[in-house]
Structure formats: C-alpha cells, structure tokens
C-alpha cells in the first residue's frame, strides 16, 4: 500500500506540532550582504558594549530577528556571527548590536577593542522568523546575560508603538551593574539577580515563585514565551515556564551558540 | 571583498575539513533546539517510516536495536559556524531502515519529524548510500543526552546538522519537497556546507 500526501496539503506530524514561525522571511532580503558603517558605540556594562550601525536599503526587521555579520582580513581570512538585533523595528536605517566581550572572541574582540565610528562591516539579514515577535500577541519574555538583546527589540517596539497588548519581562543578570540596558526598563521588567544585589533583593537564579504569578493570571489568548540566554538557562527557564502551566507549543527557544 | 580596518583574525590553521565560513568549536557541542526539551524515556520512543513506501512500518527500542550496528565518525557542522571534529555517534544506518520498507520509485524527498512536532525536509539521495543513521550514542557508547537529541536522532552529517532532526520520530517520504520547519522559516531547502547553503537564496 503507497500513502502519498498530496502536493497541496502540507504535511504535518502526527505529534504536537512545534510552534510555527511568526512571519515569512524574504528570500531576496537574506541573501544580500550589505555593508554598514559603524556611528556609535555605547558602553551598557562593564562587558558589553552596543554597537549603532547606518544599513543602507535596510529592508526592517521584526523584534527578535537576528543578522549575520561578518569581518574580513587583509588576507581574505572572515569570521561570521549571528547577532540578534536590539533596536526596535521603525529606527530608519539604523539597527543597534549588544556585544558582550567575549574572551578571545575574534569577532566581539575586534568590537570592543579596534572598532571605532566610521568602520565599515558587511550584514546580512534581517534572518529567521521563528523568534519574531510582530506585537501582535501577549508577549512573556525570560532571559539571561545578553540573552534580554533580542527581547529588548520588543520592549522597544512595544513602548514606541505604545502597544496594549501585555508585555512583560524577566531578565536575569549575576548582579546590578551586569544589567544591560538597566536605566530603560519599566515596570513591565522584574530583574531576577545571582550573584549581587540591592539591598533588601534577594540573590538567587530565576525560580518557579518568579513565573508563578504570570501564569497564575495570564492575558486572554494566554501568554506567547520568548526564552533567550546559555543553553543551561534555557532549559532550566523553559522547564519553569512548562511547570507552570505554559504550553509547550508556545515557548520559543534562542540559545547562544 | 571588503576587508574590516584593523581585523586580523585568530591564527590561521589551514584545515581542508572546515567547510567555507566555519570555525572549530574545539570541545563545545553547542545545544540549539529552538524548542523545550523533551525527556522521552526509550520505551517510549518509536520510529516510523511511511509514505511513498511499499510497506510503511514502525519500529520501537528494541526492534530497532535488533538492526545491525553502524558507527559514525567525523565532522559535524552547524548552519550557525560551528564545526565539530572527530565524533563519533553509534546507532543503525537508515538504509537499513529504508531497505525494509522498500520506497517508492516515485519517492524523491522526505520528511524527517520529531516527537516535539519539528520537521525538517531532505532528498531522499542524502538518506541513502551510508551517509545518514539513526543514531542512539555518542562517544564511547554514552547514551545521547536529551538536549542532544535523545534518546535517538537522525544524523545527516554531510549536511548542516539542522537537517539531523533531534528526538527523531518518523520520515514521511514524498514524490516532492516540502519546506520543513526552518526551511519554512528562512532556511536554505538541502544545506550543503560546503557550498555554504545556510539561507534560501544561497
């Protein structure tokens, strides 16, 4: 016997589907590099820095869509990363990176120690639509470190479009001064700290007591999880937001790497 | 090619084995499910293959575990730049699985898909002649932990290793293509490393 799926109807596993993607990316769009010129450079932490760049016939992104760039030596040696993008959508030809310095990093080394305004590198993007967020949805953020870099696009999206829809944010950060982007955050912000703290906050990692009350009285339609950070706080994120009654099929899942 | 003012790069180590764009990620095996890892316990894991097929047939942990052993040992590469040299993954070859379900003539694609729901589209071609495997363990013989896949997954290393569907639970095979999960999401439809096709478009 030949079972044969027709053509017209996709097929789909007889599983519990995984979330779909939130958009259509452009194939066109993510196929061209484009250089960029460097315009300036923030310094957010003792490690990590944002990096403001002029995108020529930027074509716009969604909050949480990511980019890949690359440097290219003398030599014709290129180093390629992926970075997910911080600044909100309708910052005309302009996208700010959040690089943290990462020891012997090829890449965020050449950021925080060489590069200055007026340098030029080559991007390509805007890439992915699974972690996109159009702000459409109840939108229940979890990251850790510069894991809140793709999760602050959409805090930014959300306050420039003064979106009603429900947005809220968990980030976690080993002590205050390790908080990127600490002087933007709202009250749609609980920071969660692991090493240090302001007195009278308790230390400690992200626990099951921080997401209990967003699920206990989520928004009607319920919550859409955006879970970013290490591949260890991902799972133990993603675990506490499933243990508190999120759905499975609504958690999406950025880990560094 | 427009070079980078004051770039220079880490030591260059010439390594015919890197695919273009790549770099070794030395002893880290990054984890990058864009999903919640799912704890499924072997007696709880089957595998199906069903479709353009004369006989579409589903097997659990033991019936798969009676097919004869492969082993793989090389190099994985990830769409993101990460290679990673010298592994070594144990489990059955898929040819072993596809043998006894005897596809189609018609059959030019599948689709590979998890016991989370996540898919992944392949040419029938890159599943057969060796190059693709069911696989169960890694290293010496370790059990696959779950964020890597276990308790089985397929394993497509010729291909960027999105293609090697972690927690695997059947392949739908096709008289045509059908974008998978990241193919739908921007992602090139083969993802050939060494001809660097991350994107569509590439």
Redesign the interface.
Known sequence: MTETAAPTTPFTPPTRFAVPGRIAVGEQTASVWRTATLVSVRRETPRASTFRLAVPDWAGHLPGQHLMLRLTAEDGHVAQRHYSIASPPDDSGHIELTLDHVEGGEVSGWFHTVARPGDRIEVRGPLSGFFAWPGDRPALLVGAGSGVVPLMSMVRHHRARDLSVPLRLLVSARGPEDLIYAREFGPETTPVFTRRAPGGVPVGRLTAAHVAPFLAAPPPGGWEAYVCGSNSFAEHASRLLVEAGQPVDRIRIERFG | ??????????P?VPDAGLPP?Q?DAGK?W????????PHLAPGDWTFRI???????RTWDWDAAHALPGSVYEGDIH?V???SKFGTRFGGVSLDAFLDAVRP?A?ATHA?A???????ANLPLADLRGGRAWIAFTYDDGKPLPA?HGGPARLLVPHLYFWKSTKWI??L?L???D?PG??E????HARGNPWEEQ?????
């Open positions: 090619m427009h070079v980078t003012r004051g770039f220079t790069g880490r260059r764009g770099y880290d990054p984890v990058l499910s864009a999903e919640v890892t069903d479709g353009a097929v004369a006989e579409p990830c993101t730049g990460w189609d018609s689709v898909y998890a016991h989370t729901g996540y898919t964020e639970a059947g739908r096709l008289d045509h059908e999960f990241w739908r999401n921007g992602y991350r994107y569509a478009g590439d």
